[in-house]
Every structure is written in structure tokens, then in C-alpha cells.
């Protein structure tokens, strides 16, 4: 929690701790008592879950009190601009506008204006209570249309009443955060060049109960194509919506994607902020958009070709040549195609020593699974005196798309894949592992249609195990132990928290078991560092390559098996251990506050690497 002060009148720290210490003993005891109990009947699960029992004390635990709400009331901003909310109406439940309604009155930030169009409701109460709340406040605008036209339409009347810097959009069923409006301006405050801000979310049940949150990451192109991850809460700068023409007719359903999409082609990506709060419930009413499952699907089906049309529009404007079609295993979700305008010479890096087995099945599978024909193999033989390897090498030197490359010095990985880079002949170069076995027939071409893109750097793939669950799905730092794998050990199918492990999106890292990337831009990086003979490599680099201006990418639809650590084998010698320590404190002082938080992933989930993206709970309060 937070102490959240006024700049002209501040609360003494032993004031606030003694306050808080009050609170402590009673708190300690209801959280641990919750805890055990929820374990108790729930034995399978870690201590890490995503369950509504964990999500209910994570509330608890980090809203703030009402203590600190005061303070907040009391904060005096030095920009305090105009929020126009815009609340499209049509023939909501009762209860459910009046709350919608009061979540925004209830605003700890006084200075907003809610602006309000009836879609011509046919419900006679709609009117009275919106006449009631217009006549007894006036921060509340109402608009009322002579026909009814659909969402986009009402929003666009909506916004017409609008006079605020910055409006955010709101749906008529469901509620704001008392706090929502003071986080939104206190990032206006902390970041003056910002014009999109968005937040954490979450739903209201049919109980009105808070469940199922979405603790979202920093804004992240690739995944926004995928998925809107805006959403709610956002805040836009009004002066550029209305450049842009607010909410297109077409698009309902999706118009806030739409409009998002557009507004979002006019700013900088450095001029978007995300605000690490849930400050927005959805309500999950029937019909509603809020919870996307087979029903949902059934009834709105257009809010998803809306969708999808949105991302192309957005594609064919910036001259993108790609598609845009709906994810595999994943419906409510899109996945963008990008066409490839050459197909240029991939250089296939493969180091082994020792391993005919494994290289046997790898090349097996290369050749009889790769769509993508223009490549070539750069198949480094490190040291290896099995005979047997050693037959099947000469065998392979023989081939046409094949190079066999000795290198017989002690195991550097960094020194190694540096020094087959400089034999290969191709624009981009791809990086495997031995222990590898090609999955689908377009993993190369996927991997290559990214790596041409100008503003892609790593390309990263699904890696999974023979069991069939995930070994690689992107990689998380900023971690209690630097870093570790997204969605590990799950299903290969399953989709992860929020779609994410079947989603084609941005990590600041990916694996080097299988890394795809043009050759200028690896050498433009400076290739990998070879102070990191064993460990981190592979990460490090991906950070220079970020820290260059590019992103890195992880997509599902490259997809291999990976026999982890069959060839090096794991760190289980005093010697080994010793050596990883070494490389660790080094990548630690070389990154620093670099790799203290990661855009990619929420500071509200786990920051163990064996849960990653659930609910943490704090462990000392564990009573089983």
C-alpha cells in the first residue's frame, strides 16, 4: 500500500504507522484465517492460484484504506483537467445505471463531467433516472436521440457534449473505481506527454461480487493486434479523438478497439501509459461483452468480425501487407499473417557435440516438415569423438543445403553461435537447439515474416515438451531468480492467463533454443556476449536487441519440440554452480534497473518463476 499525501498538507509517518499498526493485529489474523481455511478445502492448488478465493484477499490486502481514501480527497494536483466520461445508454436494468451512475458521483476526483446519450430507450424509468441524476448534479449532461442507432452512434452523440481534456469511455452497466479518475490524473500529473492511459480490469458476477481480474502488462503492440488490451479503463486525449473522428459507424461491438486502433496511429507509443490498478469492473450481464464464452459467441458474433476488421483497417492504413484472421484455439481472439515480400536465404544455426540422435531427428524433421524451402544449415560440430557422430556428419557435409563446421575449443555458447554467424549466407538466421524436433510445416516462414519486419528484432517460438506441455511460451525478467519461461508445464492448448500463451505478442525475451533474426541486426547488437559462456545469453542479448529500439516477439505459430538440456545436461556439479553464479551477478550488474520490471508482465502477479501470472499471496501468512 501506499501513503498518498497532499502537497500542502502532509500526514507525519509515525501518524500514518501508527494507525496502520492498530489495523495490523486484526488484519494478520482474518487474512490467515481466509488463507488456511481456503487451502483446507482446496489441497490441490499452490499457493499461487487465479481462483475468486485468492483474488478476494488480494483486495483485501492491496486496496487502499479508508485512511488513505481521505488523503486522496485532500490531494491537491497541480494540473487538474476535465474528465468527460461518455456513457452511451440503452435500456439498462434499473439498479444496474443507478450504480453505474453513483460509481461515477462516488469519484474521489471531483473534476469530471459525465456525458450521457440515450440510444432512444424504449424503458420509461431510463429517462427519469437519468432526468433525476441530471437535475440533482450538475457534472451530468444528458443527450437524448430521436432514434435509436447503435452504440457507435450514441457514443459519437456522447462525445458532441463533451468539453474535458481527456474523456474515457464507460459502459451504462458497469462501475468505475471510487479511485479510477485520481490515478488517470495523477499519470497526467507524473507523465504531461501522455495521451492514452489505460488500467487493470476486472468483473462484477451477477452477485455484484469482484472476480476474474486481468492484471495487464505495458502497452504491447503485437499483443493490442491480438487482442484489446486497452479496453477499460481508458483514457484518451479529447482534442485527438475528435481529429480522428471518434467512433466509426460499422464497428459495433468493437468500437472502442476501433477507435483505440485509429487513435493510437495519430501518437507515439511512448505517449501511452498503463496504470497497474483494477480501477473498472465489468459487469457480466447476460449478453454482455465482459465474459467471452460460447454464449457470448453465439449472440454477438459481429463484436468479433467488427474486431477483425478493426486490425486490418489499422494494417491497411500504415501500408502493412498482412491479414488478419481469427487465432487457432482461440475465437474470440485474432491472429495477423504478415505477407512475406521476398523469401530470403534463412541460415539454420545447429551446434552439437556428440549427438547423432538428436541431430539425426532434428534434420529429419527440418527437411520433411519446412514449408519455407530457401534455407541452409550451419551445423557446428563442437569437439565431438563419438564415431558414430562423427559418420553421420561426414554424411551431411555432402548435402547441398548443409555446412559441417568444426569448432574444437572449450564449450562458450556465445563464442560458438558468434562464430557460425560469420559462415552464414543468409538475411536471416535462425538459431536451434539439437535437441529439436520441427512441429508444424510453416514454423520457418512464420518465423521468417517476422524477422523481416523492420521494427522486430528476436523472434521467438512455442516450444513445447514430448508430453506435449509447454516448455517456452516468451520469457518473463525482472524475476526472483532474473527470469524465467511464460506458462510453463501447462497444455500445449491451453491459452494461458488471458489468451497469452496462444496469442501472438511481445516479450522483451525469448529463448535461444529457437531464435530467429536478420544478420545485420545481430551484428548491429554486437552478437552475444561471450563473458556469458553458459547462462543468460540468450537473454541478455534480446535486451541489447531491445535496448536498440526493436521489439522482440514471441509467436505461437512457430511451433518445435525441445528435449530441454539433453546435449549440455544441468547445473548439478560444484563447478557448474559456481559458474552460474558467476554469469548471474554479472547479467545483474550489467542490466541493473533494466531488468527490474519487465513491460511484458503485471507488478501485480507472481514474481516466482514456477507461477507466473497468478495472484501472489504472502507466503509467511501460509497456515496449512
Same mark, same amino acid.
Request: charged share 25%; glycine share 4%.
Given at each position: 500500500?501506499?501513503?498518498?499525501?497532499?502537497?500542502? %498538507?502532509?500526514?507525519?509517518?509515525?501518524? +500514518?504507522?501508527?494507525?496502520?499498526?492498530?489495523?495490523?493485529?486484526?488484519?494478520?489474523?482474518?487474512?490467515?484465517?481466509?488463507?488456511?481455511?481456503? !487451502?483446507?478445502?482446496?489441497?490441490?492448488?499452490?499457493? !499461487?492460484?487465479?481462483?475468486?478465493?485468492?483474488?478476494?484477499?488480494?483486495?483485501?490486502?492491496?486496496?487502499?484504506?479508508?485512511?488513505?481514501? %481521505?488523503?486522496?480527497?485532500?490531494?491537491?494536483?497541480?494540473? $487538474?483537467?476535465?474528465?468527460?466520461?461518455?456513457?452511451?445508454?440503452?435500456?439498462?436494468?434499473?439498479?444496474?445505471?443507478?450504480?453505474?451512475?453513483?460509481?461515477?458521483?462516488?469519484?474521489? *476526483?471531483?473534476?469530471?463531467?459525465?456525458?450521457?446519450?440515450?440510444?432512444?430507450? /424504449?424503458?420509461?424509468?431510463?429517462?427519469?433516472?437519468?432526468?433525476?441524476?441530471?437535475?440533482?448534479?450538475?457534472?451530468?449532461?444528458?443527450?437524448?436521440?430521436?432514434?435509436?442507432?447503435?452504440?457507435?452512434?450514441?457514443?459519437?452523440?456522447?462525445?458532441?457534449?463533451?468539453?474535458?481534456?481527456?474523456? $474515457?469511455?464507460?459502459?451504462?452497466?458497469?462501475?468505475?473505481?471510487?479511485?479510477?479518475?485520481?490515478?488517470?490524473?495523477?499519470?497526467?500529473?507524473?507523465?504531461?506527454?501522455?495521451?492514452? @492511459? *489505460?488500467?487493470?480490469?476486472?468483473?462484477?458476477?451477477?452477485?455484484?461480487?469482484?472476480?476474474?481480474?486481468?492484471?495487464?502488462?505495458?502497452?504491447?503492440?503485437?499483443?493490442?493486434?491480438?487482442?484489446?488490451? @486497452?479496453?477499460?479503463?481508458?483514457?484518451?486525449?479529447?482534442? @485527438?479523438?475528435?481529429?480522428?473522428?471518434?467512433?466509426? %459507424?460499422?464497428?459495433?461491438?468493437?468500437?472502442? +478497439?476501433?477507435?483505440?486502433?485509429?487513435?493510437?496511429?495519430?501518437?507515439? !507509443?511512448?505517449?501511452?501509459?498503463?496504470?497497474?490498478?483494477?480501477?473498472?469492473?465489468?459487469?457480466?450481464?447476460?449478453?454482455?461483452?465482459?465474459?467471452?464464452?460460447?454464449?457470448?459467441?453465439?449472440?454477438?458474433?459481429?463484436?468479433?468480425?467488427?474486431?477483425?476488421?478493426?486490425?486490418?483497417?489499422?494494417?491497411?492504413?500504415?501500408?502493412?501487407?498482412?491479414?488478419?484472421?481469427?487465432?487457432?484455439?482461440?475465437?474470440?481472439?485474432?491472429?495477423?499473417?504478415?505477407?512475406?515480400?521476398?523469401?530470403?536465404?534463412?541460415?539454420?544455426?545447429?551446434?552439437?557435440?556428440?549427438?547423432?540422435?538428436?541431430?539425426?531427428?532434428?534434420?529429419?524433421?527440418?527437411?520433411?516438415?519446412?514449408?519455407?524451402?530457401?534455407? &541452409?544449415?550451419?551445423?557446428?560440430?563442437?569437439?565431438?569423438?563419438?564415431?558414430?557422430?562423427?559418420? !553421420?556428419?561426414?554424411?551431411?557435409?555432402?548435402? &547441398?543445403?548443409?555446412?559441417?563446421?568444426?569448432?574444437?575449443?572449450?564449450?562458450? *555458447?556465445?563464442?560458438?553461435?558468434?562464430?557460425?554467424?560469420?559462415?552464414?549466407?543468409?538475411?536471416?538466421?535462425?538459431?536451434?537447439?539439437?535437441?529439436? @524436433?520441427?512441429?508444424?510445416?510453416?514454423?520457418?516462414?512464420?518465423?521468417?515474416?517476422?524477422?523481416?519486419?523492420?521494427?522486430?528484432?528476436?523472434?521467438?517460438?512455442?516450444?513445447?515438451?514430448?508430453?506435449?506441455?509447454?516448455?517456452?511460451?516468451?520469457?518473463?525478467?525482472?524475476?526472483?531468480?532474473?527470469?524465467?519461461?511464460?506458462?510453463?508445464?501447462?497444455?500445449?492448448?491451453?491459452?494461458? +492467463?488471458?489468451?497469452?500463451?496462444?496469442?501472438?505478442?511481445?516479450?522483451?525475451?525469448? /529463448?535461444?533454443?529457437?531464435?530467429?533474426?536478420?544478420?545485420?541486426?545481430?551484428?548491429?547488437?554486437?552478437?552475444?556476449? &561471450?563473458?556469458?559462456?553458459?547462462?543468460?545469453?540468450?537473454?541478455?542479448?534480446?535486451?541489447?536487441?531491445?535496448?536498440?529500439?526493436?521489439?522482440?516477439?514471441?509467436?505461437?505459430?512457430?511451433?518445435? +519440440?525441445? *528435449?530441454?538440456?539433453?546435449?549440455?545436461?544441468?547445473?548439478?556439479?560444484?563447478?557448474?554452480?559456481?559458474?552460474?553464479?558467476?554469469?548471474?551477478?554479472?547479467?545483474?550488474?550489467?542490466?541493473?534497473?533494466?531488468?527490474?520490471?519487465?513491460?511484458?508482465?503485471?507488478?501485480?502477479?507472481?514474481? %516466482?518463476?514456477?507461477?507466473?501470472?497468478?495472484?501472489?499471496?504472502?507466503?509467511?501468512?501460509?497456515?496449512?
Amino acid at each position: 500500500m501506499e501513503m498518498i499525501t497532499s502537497n500542502k %498538507e502532509t500526514l507525519t509517518e509515525i501518524e +500514518y504507522l501508527q494507525r496502520k499498526l492498530k489495523e495490523k493485529d486484526a488484519q494478520v489474523l482474518f487474512y490467515k484465517t481466509a488463507i488456511k481455511n481456503f !487451502y483446507k478445502h482446496n489441497k490441490g492448488l499452490k499457493l !499461487y492460484s487465479n481462483s475468486n478465493e485468492i483474488y478476494n484477499i488480494w483486495i483485501k490486502l492491496n486496496e487502499l484504506d479508508e485512511f488513505e481514501l %481521505e488523503q486522496q480527497k485532500k490531494y491537491k494536483f497541480n494540473y $487538474a483537467p476535465l474528465i468527460s466520461i461518455i456513457m452511451p445508454v440503452y435500456n439498462p436494468p434499473e439498479d444496474i445505471l443507478k450504480e453505474a451512475i453513483n460509481s461515477v458521483i462516488n469519484q474521489i *476526483y471531483p473534476n469530471w463531467e459525465l456525458c450521457i446519450a440515450d440510444d432512444a430507450s /424504449t424503458k420509461p424509468y431510463v429517462k427519469d433516472i437519468l432526468e433525476y441524476y441530471k437535475d440533482n448534479n450538475k457534472r451530468i449532461k444528458v443527450i437524448y436521440r430521436n432514434e435509436n442507432g447503435h452504440i457507435s452512434k450514441a457514443s459519437n452523440s456522447a462525445l458532441e457534449l463533451a468539453s474535458g481534456d481527456y474523456i $474515457a469511455l464507460m459502459d451504462h452497466d458497469d462501475m468505475l473505481h471510487e479511485t479510477a479518475l485520481f490515478f488517470a490524473v495523477r499519470e497526467i500529473n507524473d507523465y504531461p506527454e501522455v495521451k492514452l @492511459i *489505460y488500467s487493470d480490469e476486472d468483473k462484477l458476477n451477477k452477485e455484484g461480487v469482484r472476480t476474474n481480474p486481468y492484471f495487464k502488462c505495458d502497452f504491447n503492440p503485437a499483443l493490442f493486434l491480438s487482442q484489446n488490451m @486497452i479496453s477499460h479503463l481508458g483514457v484518451y486525449e479529447r482534442s @485527438i479523438v475528435n481529429e480522428i473522428g471518434g467512433f466509426r %459507424e460499422g464497428y459495433e461491438g468493437s468500437q472502442d +478497439y476501433d477507435m483505440a486502433l485509429r487513435f493510437i496511429e495519430k501518437i507515439k !507509443y511512448s505517449e501511452i501509459r498503463h496504470i497497474p490498478r483494477v480501477l473498472y469492473h465489468w459487469r457480466m450481464a447476460e449478453g454482455s461483452t465482459a465474459s467471452i464464452d460460447k454464449s457470448v459467441l453465439d449472440t454477438k458474433p459481429y463484436c468479433l468480425t467488427s474486431a477483425r476488421q478493426a486490425v486490418q483497417d489499422h494494417l491497411d492504413r500504415l501500408s502493412i501487407k498482412a491479414r488478419v484472421v481469427e487465432a487457432p484455439l482461440m475465437s474470440a481472439h485474432n491472429r495477423t499473417i504478415y505477407k512475406l515480400p521476398y523469401y530470403p536465404l534463412v541460415s539454420i544455426i545447429i551446434i552439437t557435440h556428440n549427438g547423432y540422435l538428436l541431430i539425426k531427428d532434428l534434420i529429419k524433421s527440418i527437411f520433411e516438415k519446412t514449408s519455407y524451402k530457401n534455407f &541452409e544449415i550451419i551445423l557446428i560440430n563442437r569437439d565431438s569423438d563419438d564415431l558414430q557422430t562423427l559418420e !553421420y556428419l561426414k554424411l551431411l557435409n555432402k548435402h &547441398e543445403k548443409i555446412n559441417v563446421i568444426d569448432y574444437n575449443m572449450p564449450f562458450n *555458447y556465445s563464442k560458438v553461435v558468434n562464430f557460425a554467424v560469420k559462415f552464414a549466407n543468409g538475411e536471416v538466421i535462425a538459431i536451434l537447439n539439437d535437441d529439436m @524436433i520441427v512441429i508444424n510445416n510453416d514454423w520457418l516462414r512464420e518465423l521468417v515474416s517476422h524477422a523481416l519486419r523492420p521494427e522486430i528484432g528476436v523472434v521467438g517460438a512455442k516450444l513445447l515438451y514430448p508430453d506435449d506441455t509447454i516448455q517456452h511460451a516468451g520469457v518473463i525478467i525482472g524475476l526472483k531468480g532474473i527470469a524465467g519461461h511464460a506458462h510453463y508445464h501447462m497444455s500445449k492448448d491451453d491459452p494461458g +492467463y488471458f489468451g497469452r500463451a496462444n496469442l501472438l505478442q511481445n516479450y522483451s525475451a525469448v /529463448t535461444g533454443a529457437c531464435m530467429a533474426i536478420r544478420k545485420k541486426l545481430y551484428e548491429e547488437a554486437g552478437g552475444m556476449d &561471450e563473458n556469458l559462456a553458459v547462462a543468460y545469453n540468450d537473454i541478455d542479448f534480446c535486451i541489447k536487441v531491445m535496448q536498440l529500439g526493436y521489439y522482440n516477439v514471441y509467436t505461437p505459430y512457430a511451433s518445435l +519440440y525441445h *528435449y530441454e538440456s539433453k546435449t549440455r545436461g544441468y547445473e548439478d556439479t560444484v563447478e557448474k554452480k559456481i559458474r552460474f553464479k558467476k554469469e548471474m551477478d554479472y547479467f545483474k550488474t550489467k542490466w541493473g534497473k533494466v531488468i527490474e520490471h519487465d513491460f511484458a508482465y503485471s507488478p501485480n502477479l507472481s514474481l %516466482e518463476p514456477g507461477s507466473l501470472f497468478s495472484i501472489p499471496l504472502p507466503k509467511e501468512w501460509i497456515i496449512i
